[in-house]
T-cell receptor
Framework: QKEVEQDPGPLSVPEGAIVSLNCTYS??????FMWYRQYSRKGPELLMY????GNKEDGRFTAQVDKSSKYISLFIRDSQPSDSATYLC????????????FGTGTSLTVIP | GAVVSQHPSWVICKSGTSVKIECRSL??????MFWYRQFPKQSLMLMAT?????????EQGVEKDKFLINHASLTLSTLTVTSAHPEDSSFYIC???????????FGSGTQLSVL
């Protein structure tokens, strides 16, 4: 079983829709959770960073962590064509040293 | 967020030559840097982890004599692809982590094409 599972999509939504992206994980020791956005042929850009459980909101983006279910989500409200990218979840723990665990990424297309 | 500058953004070279890719953390001290390789429509594949002043730790299957990593300072890491071959053509991305921080910041990537 992979440490982090993420549906690769592709996901296609109309402009203005609410997008839900999700990852599940198996290691209950994970404490730090990140979402990255990666445009084609660019490096990933850190979108959201969350420690432990709970919600975090930043503009149109909301990150949720449910440690009891080992499940994290990223919601994008009022999606825009510029949101079209691949979204990667990542997680780590102080117990895993320098290791970061990434999902495979979900490809999102927002259609004007 | 913190900025990691990666150069060059793309490079074309002849088979057998060596190519150096630079990764600089501009506004933080990266005690740890990671080098990834990414094939089209695939996720990041960790190649090696380097701590400042120490030898890099390579992932299984990555040839350390082929992919030379130097992390001589807290703001600079380099990846040298030695005697490059067409199968080394790929997108290479570096990332930096500040000590005590669990956030990773990525460079913009380098597309290497070996002819």
């Amino acid at each position: 079983q992979k440490e982090v599972e993420q549906d690769p999509g592709p996901l296609s939504v109309p402009e203005g829709a609410i997008v839900s992206l999700n990852c599940t994980y198996s290691n209950s020791a994970f404490q730090y959770f990140m979402w990255y956005r990666q445009y084609s042929r660019k490096g990933p850009e850190l979108l959201m960073y969350t420690y432990s459980s709970g919600n975090k909101e930043d503009g149109r983006f909301t990150a949720q962590v449910d440690k009891s279910s080992k499940y994290i989500s990223l919601f994008i409200r009022d999606s825009q064509p510029s949101d079209s990218a691949t979204y990667l979840c990542a997680m780590s723990s102080a117990l895993t040293g320098n290791q970061f665990y990434f999902g495979t990424g979900t490809s999102l297309t927002v259609i004007p | 967020g913190a900025v990691v500058s990666q150069h060059p953004s793309w490079v074309i070279c002849k088979s057998g030559t060596s190519v150096k890719i630079e990764c600089r953390s501009l506004d933080f001290q990266a005690t740890t840097m990671f080098w990834y390789r990414q094939f089209p429509k695939q996720s990041l594949m960790l190649m090696a982890t380097s701590n400042e002043g120490s030898k890099a730790t390579y992932e299984q299957g990555v040839e350390k004599d082929k992919f030379l990593i130097n992390h001589a300072s807290l703001t600079l890491s380099t990846l040298t692809v030695t005697s490059a071959h067409p199968e080394d053509s790929s997108f290479y991305i570096c990332s930096g982590r500040q000590g005590g921080d669990e956030k990773l910041f990525f460079g913009s990537g380098t597309q290497l094409s070996v002819l």
